[in-house]
């Protein structure tokens, strides 16, 4: 397993347009996670998934926003009618339980950039 | 609401010194995590530290977390310049998911 990977890196979308990223954790990790992190800023939490089940979302997930994880694998993270405030970098992470002692992976990232 | 702070947000230093970086964190958690991002990177992990006095020390950086004072730091010894980067501290907020703080940039001069 080479660790989370991300696709696609780089996104550039006309504003009103839809976007999906896709993120397939390491396999035997069952928590999967979705941030957003702007320039200059800490990433910040949108939502997670415990193996298929969406358990939370951030206040900043609004309903452009959806998350999907069919059958507890890959995970995709769509947003509609794409905002320039939506650029950001699109960061996904997984962990094998509720309280990782070897911690969080992160994936590489989808940089989003609305024209 | 858990909060997350870290200071310096920017630390300029020649190469040789040594600095510590802080991370304070507003509500009970026994569980804090550093991240190294380069610049257009991803976070890479660095340290795990999971209960109170716990301390750990890779090459140049060793962290340590007092979850009484909710203070954990990172020591940087006699730096060098490829530990420029942006550095992050997180916490678990209730095993769900981490909190992060603002980042911390290092800068390494010659």
């Known amino acids: 397993d080479t660790g989370v990977s991300q696709n696609p890196r780089h996104k550039i979308t006309k504003r009103g347009q839809n976007v999906t990223f896709r993120c397939d954790p390491i396999?035997?990790?069952?928590?999967l996670y979705w941030y957003r992190q702007t320039l200059g800023q800490g990433p910040e939490f949108l939502t997670y998934f415990q193996n298929e089940a969406q358990l939370e979302k951030s206040r900043l997930l609004s309903d452009r926003f959806s998350a999907e994880r069919p059958k507890g694998s890959f995970s995709t993270l769509e947003i509609q009618r794409t905002e320039q405030g939506d650029s950001a970098m699109y960061l996904c992470a997984s962990s094998l339980g509720r309280f990782p002692n070897y911690g969080y992976t992160f994936g590489s990232g989808t940089r989003l950039t609305v024209v | 609401e858990l909060k997350v702070e870290q200071n310096p947000l920017f630390l300029s230093m020649q190469e040789g010194k040594n600095y510590t970086i802080y991370c304070n964190y507003s509500t009970t958690s026994d569980r804090l995590y550093w991240y190294r991002q380069d610049p257009g990177k991803s976070l890479e992990s660095l340290f795990v530290?999971?209960?109170?006095?716990a301390v750990k020390q890779e090459g140049r950086l060793m962290a340590s977390l007092d979850t009484k004072a909710r203070l954990s730091t990172l020591h940087i010894t006699a730096a060098v310049h490829d530990l420029s980067a942006t550095y992050f501290c997180?916490?678990?907020?209730?095993?769900?998911?981490?909190?992060f703080g603002g980042g911390t940039r290092l800068m390494v001069k010659p």
């Open positions: 530290l999971l209960s109170n006095g």
């Open positions: 396999s035997e990790h069952n928590r």
């Open positions: 997180a916490v678990n907020n209730a095993g769900n998911m981490l909190t």
